[in-house]
């Protein structure tokens, strides 16, 4: 059931419960362009592995209002707004793809209430030194992150008319992106059950508009409001080798910088290898969730 939180400044988040109730709260957080309704475990395996899954719209997309103007760093801002309405005091965060910087904000931001995070197929900031950010990057993604660093209207554009196909007919992404794919990315969207997830997903993040997908294009090209460095609380890192959406060397930048991470590269995996890899992820934050907070006198 979709529950309406309201933010500080009065927008309305669409967020949702699933798993186990009494299990170990994790946030997953989607990727982009992307909704709530995007790729998580089951109910039986989240009960399975103890965990309370909460999912959230982020702002422009689905039930969720606009923030123009956001940054990455806002996030850290409504998921402690969703985690006081649902009387959380401490969580873990998962994001991935376009969900991981976003997870990464809260790991940096909310260090009192953060517990871990797990980090998937992620970008590293656009300003990150000493990194080739566009190297190994499909095409498309590299039109849409120069669009966006040129003019905020003409990416504006470019992303509405692609979303009004996508809203005709909703198959339209996957279709595009099976062009763009790896082989072994091909292999996890030639399922079904994916396919019909990857299908609703994209058609609740975009059926009013495509502010969502415009603001975190823009929100990558730009300052994210916080430093990587400077997070302190355990975070793991995954990325499939040949990811062409988010290339590997963004998360190996992110791992030399962020103090005490874990890395894991996996050979002949891509960006939908996320996917296989995220109910174990999931059981890793979880577990920490659970852990009592040492730092509490």
Request: glycine share 10%.
């Amino acid at each position: 059931m979709v529950r309406v939180v309201r933010t500080p400044d009065g927008r309305a988040l669409a967020v949702e419960s699933r798993g186990d109730p009494h299990g170990s709260p994790v946030f997953l957080l989607h990727g982009t362009p992307g909704s709530r309704l995007g790729p998580a475990p089951r109910g039986a395996v989240l009960y399975r592995l103890g965990v309370r899954l909460i999912v959230f719209d982020r702002p422009g997309y689905g039930g969720s209002d606009r923030l123009p103007g956001r940054r990455v760093a806002d996030a850290a801002t409504d998921v402690a707004a969703i985690a006081d309405a649902l009387e959380l005091d401490r969580f873990a965060v998962v994001g991935r793809s376009g969900g991981a910087p976003h997870s990464l904000a809260c790991a940096a931001l909310l260090p009192q209430r953060v517990t871990g995070a797990g980090v998937l197929v992620s970008l590293a900031p656009r300003t990150a030194s000493g990194l080739d950010w566009f190297a190994g990057m499909t095409e498309s993604n590299v039109r849409e992150y120069r669009a966006a660093a040129i003019s905020a209207r003409r990416l504006a554009v470019s992303l509405e008319q692609r979303s009004q196909r996508i809203r005709e007919d909703p198959s339209v992404l996957v279709t595009e992106l099976r062009g763009e794919l790896p082989e072994s990315d091909l292999q996890v969207v030639a399922d079904a059950g994916i396919r019909a997830m990857l299908v609703s997903n994209y058609a609740e993040a975009l059926r009013e508009s495509a502010h969502g997908w415009i603001d975190d294009a823009l929100a990558f090209s730009r300052d994210w409001g916080f430093d990587p460095g400077s997070i302190r609380v355990p975070v793991l890192l995954w990325h499939g080798q040949e990811d062409v959406f988010s290339p590997v060397q963004h998360t190996r930048w992110l791992a030399e910088h962020i103090p005490g991470s874990t890395l894991e590269v996996e050979p002949g995996a891509a960006h939908f290898g996320a996917l296989d890899v995220m109910p174990r992820v999931l059981a890793w934050a979880a577990r920490l969730a659970a852990a009592p907070d040492r730092t509490a006198c």
